[in-house]
């Protein structure tokens, strides 16, 4: 299995979101990528935005300054 | 990619299907509206499918089936269509959410009384338990044909008996099990059939319908354009139109009848019997690894082709990630939208990494899944 350290996880409210979510860190070329939601964050099905804590500024930047739709960042052993 | 989530969508379409899409997106008319020949070979693509599907689930009129653009609409086309505020619905753990939700929702709106008949840890049901619910007030029992969580089906005969008994309506949720196991509406009783045209019907996404039984009346869920009556106020009558408001799927209804012809010419139960052979040799390959825990009965053929397991006190996301990075498997983890089967099982909190099984899959791809759980489970 993959080795569990500290991540960024970032959680949408739907499919959609995630969708433009990475559309938007792949044209803009920023770090991640999609993963089923952790169940530590939510049971159930979905998908949550991976990447590592030290891209958590970059990401968070291109959340305010393009209003991306997101529910919340976590920081988790993952 | 090895692909084992044919549950949530069968990904390997016969050739035939993906011809009569792409052969009908080339040059079809809109049915019913009109009387040239683009119209009427949209009108006979759409009257051969009704047929077929007739066929296939043993309903001796084609006006009766009812063509949507998957199961969820088709279900919740019967359910909002047939209760009254102080109805009693009997159900049970087994559902999808495309059967809870809208459940819930007449319960919460429309005073309809709901019941569910409780699964086991194996995520069986006591039949005997169906008569228990039942009071003056009951007007159905809408269940699961087969769990898209266990693949364990449930037994319509016997479900269909104490229907006839009581003087029931039966609804039946087909979603897994169309195309792959045999259903017989007329000799089984079953009032309303749902079923989505993508998964073992090997059709277009975006098609499905329904199956109703003579002397079922369903309240039109939408009403609009029908090509006939059209100075009417109201939404013809007659089925299927009563329920078929708006342009069909034309396309992906000529690929749904392809489909037909395809489960027709191979035979449900030769379909049935390799995908079964598939999930046998998975689950036999993977039951006694240390640490894997597998969800289900397994003590009968008469199943859905699904094997749904945890790995140690592993995430099922986490696995279902480790599957597809790492061996190119693909699967679903999480809940499956099966929260009360999820609850039954007492795996609500860790979900479960859901294997699935189709008549396209082979024994390498199944022997190369086993290989990739067992070293996921080497501690
Ligand atoms: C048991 C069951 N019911 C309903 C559905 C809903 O099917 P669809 O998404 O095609 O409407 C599914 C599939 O996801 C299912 O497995």
Redesign the pocket.
Known sequence: MREKKLRLIITFHTTTAAMAFEKYCMANGLPGRLIPVPTSITAGCGMAWMAAPEDRPALEEAIQKDALAVDALYEIVH | MIYLDN???TYHKPQSVIDAVVEAMQGMGNSSRGSHSGALKAARTVYDARCKAAALFGCSDPSRVVFT???????NIALSGLFAPGDHVISTD??????LRPLYRLQAEEGVLLDFVRADRQGCVDYDDFEVLIRPETKAVVC?????LTGNMLDLDQIGSICRKHGLLLVV????TAGCIPIDVEKTGISVL?F????GLYGP?GT?GMCIAEGVEIRPFKVGGSGVQSFSKTQPAQYPTRLEAGTLNGHGLAGLSAAFDFIAETGVEAIHAKEIALMRRFYDGVKDIPGVKVYGDFSTDDRAAIVALNIRDYESGEVSDELSENYGIATRPGA???PRMHEALGTAEQGAVRFSFSYFNTEAEVDIAIDAIREIARL
């Open positions: 549950a949530a969508t653009s998957n199961s969820t609409e088709a279900l087994l559902e999808h959410n495309s059967v699961n044909h087969a769990s898209n949720d087909a979603s897994q749902c989505t045209g993508h998964k996404q499905g499956h939208c099966a």
